[in-house]
């Protein structure tokens, strides 16, 4: 499980490698043309019920921890499904089952 570190309140977002590592593909570009967009999940079974969203802006910190050392492999198709996700108005939508609020 790789984590992502979202402002400076100490709060993480806990979700498989893989999916970290496509979503920063899409972030880092997003923030990089200075673009914000919403990421949203559905929670899991060991939380409340519900789902959650943050805005993600350039000026907002971001910190990308992965447990793996070894970059995976990327998959192109995946990349360009985020990214047209982060283009709409409801924001990138994580799959169900690969994200755990952490704390």
């Not at 673009?35 to 060991?46: A, N």
């Not at 990327?74 to 996700?85: G, H, K, N, V």
């Amino acid at each position: 499980m790789g984590t992502l570190f979202y402002d400076n309140s100490g709060r993480s977002i806990e979700m498989d490698d893989i999916v970290l590592a496509h979503l920063k593909v899409v972030i880092a570009t997003k923030l990089r043309r200075n673009e914000s967009f919403t990421l949203s999940w559905q929670h899991d079974e060991e939380e409340p019920g519900g789902r959650s969203t943050i805005w993600l802006h350039p000026a907002i910190p971001l910190m990308f921890q992965f447990d793996d050392p070894n970059p995976p492999e990327l998959d192109p198709r995946r990349i360009q499904e985020y990214a047209d996700s982060a283009n709409t108005s409801g924001g990138i939508l994580i799959p169900d089952g690969h994200v755990r609020a952490g704390s």
